[in-house]
């Protein structure tokens, strides 16, 4: 099993340039998240999902979407890059059968310039 | 409110000494609370989780309800603790975690 997957592991981006980032699953997970952790300011939920074809938002919404369209997969786009945006993404999964543990991607280094 | 507070952001210690990570929480429920760790640029990973009551690479941690702490203990610290260190409260019915800001951890030599 690889558990949780993210690509790319490293992008420049221009700002107002857009992206989507891909987080991957093989561990039948219902719930899945999208975090942003910048120094002092630790681990910030972009948003969320409980269910393919469901979203919710986070703490740190704005200027992101998402979109879980098949269970295994997670989505996070930016649509307009700005350089608040500079940070490291990690994705998560959660099983829905209790335990409450999130396992975590490898994550992806995110520069805007 | 939910929020958990790790008041120190770093903590430094000698190879051999006794760490203590502190956390606390505030939660009006029954707590689920977690301790991960994320060493130098690799993903999170699960350390310890309160209702297990065991102990990985040698770390502790005690649900005070009392002092509403989860603290992570070691008696006797390795350059290879050396992370970040973050705990995690589940409060059940949002399917979410709240993070503390986390304490980076320096063993020294």
């Known amino acids: 099993n690889a558990g949780v997957t993210q690509t790319p592991k490293f992008r420049v981006l221009k700002t107002g340039q857009s992206m989507t980032l891909l987080c991957a699953q093989d561990?039948?997970?219902?719930?899945m998240y999208w975090y942003r952790q910048d120094p002092g300011m630790g681990l910030r939920l972009i948003h969320y999902?409980?269910?393919?074809?469901?979203?919710a938002k986070g703490e740190v919404p704005d200027g992101y979407n998402v979109s879980r369209l098949k269970k295994q997969n997670f989505l996070l786009g930016l649509e307009s890059a700005a350089p608040s945006q500079t940070s490291v993404y990690f994705c998560?999964?959660?099983?829905?059968?209790?335990?409450?543990?999130?396992?975590f991607g490898p994550g992806t280094r995110l520069t805007v310039t | 409110a939910q929020r958990v507070t790790q008041p120190e952001k770093l903590l430094s210690v000698f190879k051999g000494a006794p760490v203590e990570l502190k956390c606390n929480y505030s939660?009006?429920?029954?707590?689920?609370l977690f301790w991960y760790v994320q060493y130098s640029r690799q993903r999170l990973q699960l350390l310890l989780r309160h209702i297990s009551r065991e102990s990985i690479k040698g770390f502790t941690a005690d649900l005070n309800k009392g002092e509403t702490s989860f603290h992570l203990k070691k008696p006797f610290a390795q350059e290879e603790d050396s992370a970040m260190y973050y705990c995690a409260l589940y409060a059940g019915n949002n399917r979410k975690l709240i993070w503390g800001l986390g304490t980076s951890l320096a063993v020294n030599p």
């Open positions: 999902s409980v269910g393919e074809g469901t979203t």
């Open positions: 561990m039948n997970h219902e719930y």
């Open positions: 998560a999964s959660q099983g829905s059968g209790g335990g409450y543990e999130q396992y």
């Open positions: 939660y009006s429920g029954s707590p689920e």
